[in-house]
């Protein structure tokens, strides 16, 4: 914030909300970046799906990937968990990579927004519990 004394110059700051700066924009290529390599296949859960998928409503490379996974096939066909946690993740990486090809065009606007698809992608796949990410409340909204 910049600030004169006691006074805090609303014009400044507003000015500085309304961008996006290439030190915010290296703040959260770090983070996506963090969350990216954390993200490991989950554990199989027993629970409740339409309680999950209302609680994801409300809200509005990849370790342990199984043998099938790994097979050629229609993953975005497939009901299997671990199918659906690749999916998920290679969305969540497209994404990011996007993000590096809009920054590197000088398009920073859409660079940033290409990030925040791809950390809801991680995080959607986080709460769902298609991925164990150790209860990392820092890179991902689990509890």
Request: with cysteine.
């Amino acid at each position: 914030m910049v600030m004169w004394g006691n006074f805090i110059n609303l014009k400044l700051l507003s000015e500085f909300m309304d961008k996006i700066t290439n030190e915010k924009l290296d703040r959260y290529f770090d983070v996506t970046k963090r969350a990216l390599a954390k993200v490991k296949i989950g554990e199989k859960q027993d629970f409740d799906w339409k309680e999950k998928a209302e609680d994801f409503l409300d809200m509005s490379e990849m370790q342990g990937i199984s043998e099938h996974a790994q097979k050629p096939h229609d993953k975005d066909k497939c009901n299997c968990r671990h199918c659906q946690a690749v999916v998920v993740f290679d969305m969540a990486k497209r994404y990011f990579e996007d993000a590096k090809h809009f920054r590197e065009k000088g398009d920073v606007v859409t660079a940033f927004a290409a990030l925040n698809y791809a950390h809801g992608w991680l995080d959607a796949g986080a709460r769902l519990g298609l991925f164990d990410v150790g209860r990392d409340s820092e890179l991902f909204t689990v509890d």
